[in-house]
Nanobody
Framework: VQLQASGGGLVQAGDSLRLSCAASGRTFSSYAMGWFRQAPGKEREFVAAVRWSASPTYYADSVKGRFTISRDNSKNTVTLQMNSLKPEDTAVYFC???????????????????WGQGTLVTVSS
C-alpha cells in the first residue's frame, strides 16, 4: 500500500481544513487507517483512526469534537476534516495504514505498516 497525503496549508485559528489520503493497492479496504501528527521537537502523536468498515472511529482527546475521520473504500481515500483549528494543531500530519491492529494498540504509531509522506498544517493565532 502506498499512501499520499494532501490538503495541508496555512490557516488562522478557528478555520477549517480538510486533509486527504489517497491509497494505492486493491487491499485498501482491509486496512485500518490512521492520522498522526508531529510538531517540531515533539514525538509523533495519534490524532484519529478508523476501522476498515468505516466504524468505529477513534480520536485523541485533544481533537475530539473538532476533527472527523472518514473513509471511502470505493475511492481508496481517507479524509480528516479539521474544524475550529488551534495554533497547537500545527504539525506535519501523516496518514498510515495498519493491516491488523487490536483496539488497544490503534493509537500506537508502531502498529501501522505503511506511512504517507506527511502534509504540513500551520495554524496562526
Amino acid at each position: 500500500v502506498q499512501l499520499q497525503a494532501s490538503g495541508g496549508g496555512l490557516v488562522q485559528a478557528g478555520d477549517s481544513l480538510r486533509l486527504s489520503c489517497a491509497a494505492s493497492g486493491r487491499t485498501f479496504s482491509s486496512y485500518a487507517m490512521g492520522w498522526f501528527r508531529q510538531a517540531p521537537g515533539k514525538e509523533r502523536e495519534f490524532v484519529a483512526a478508523v476501522r476498515w468498515s468505516a466504524s468505529p472511529t477513534y480520536y485523541a482527546d485533544s481533537v475530539k469534537g473538532r476533527f472527523t475521520i472518514s473513509r471511502d473504500n470505493s475511492k481508496n481515500t481517507v479524509t480528516l476534516q479539521m474544524n475550529s483549528l488551534k495554533p497547537e494543531d500545527t504539525a506535519v500530519y501523516f496518514c498510515a495504514a495498519a493491516l491488523r491492529v487490536i483496539t488497544g494498540l490503534i493509537r500506537i504509531p508502531s502498529s501501522y505498516n505503511y506511512w504517507g509522506q506527511g502534509t504540513l498544517v500551520t495554524v496562526s493565532s
